[in-house]
Antibody
């Protein structure tokens, strides 16, 4: 069964750092597109960063220079290193795989998703 | 950045009724649009991709249409599990963006 489990969230002060991890099972992260998407309390979905099977990475402008997405092939995880955290980064952080069907995988469409890990940035 | 606008904000309907949800893009996204459903306390799930293709396991009462800047998600004959928030998302250009969502609630 394809599954994603996020961990590493918590309470951190503004300016602090956290490292989120997305552990995959049922597939290998090195062969798939994986993204981080966040959802602030009571708000909508907000794409944060993606890593392609090629290793190429993309992130939204507001997190560039602060957040880094990376893969750990030995652990089969995709991590999100978050530095210089701001109050506005407070959200539930989901990881999601690119949707695959019939042997074809579609980077940029997200399915399945994990259950999320909460990040609270507050003093 | 491609801005996605969804309407209405809230749709109040009864079980068995038909729902039509709209998504408009600030610039053409071709057919690079998806729809997601999010039930309370749950992660989103993909319903429709490439504007009109149903994802695996999605019932055929869900359908998507449109191209360019205007898209519609139609749910024929609403069931209890369908009362949720629906988001559209584009992958045509960076950054990937989502619409603000349409809540479908029970009338």
């Amino acid at each position: 069964e394809v599954q994603l489990v996020e961990s590493g969230g918590g309470l951190v002060q503004p300016g602090g750092s956290l490292r989120l991890s997305c552990e995959a099972s049922g597939f290998t992260v090195s062969n798939n597109y994986i993204a981080w998407v966040r959802q602030a309390p009571g708000k909508g979905l907000d794409w944060v960063a993606s890593v392609y099977s090629s290793g190429s990475t993309y992130s939204k402008d507001s997190v560039k220079g602060r957040f880094t997405i990376s893969r750990d092939i030995s652990k089969n995880t995709v991590d999100l290193q978050m530095n210089s955290l701001r109050v506005e980064d407070t959200a539930l952080y989901y990881c999601a795989r690119g949707y695959c069907s019939g042997g074809t995988c579609h980077a940029g469409w997200f399915d399945p998703w994990g259950q999320g890990t909460p990040v609270i940035v507050s003093s | 950045e491609t801005i996605l606008t969804q309407s209405p904000v809230t749709l109040s309907l009864s079980p068995g009724e038909r729902a039509s949800l709209a998504c408009r893009a600030s610039q053409s996204v071709g057919n690079s649009l998806a729809w997601y459903q999010q039930r309370p306390g749950q992660a989103p799930r993909l319903l429709i991709y490439d504007a009109s293709n149903r994802a695996t396991g999605i019932p055929d009462r869900f359908s998507g249409s449109g191209s360019g800047t205007d898209f519609i998600l139609t749910i024929t004959s609403l069931e209890a599990d369908d009362f949720a928030v629906y988001y559209c998302q584009q992958r045509d250009s960076w950054p990937l963006t989502f619409g603000p969502g349409t809540r479908v609630d029970i009338k």
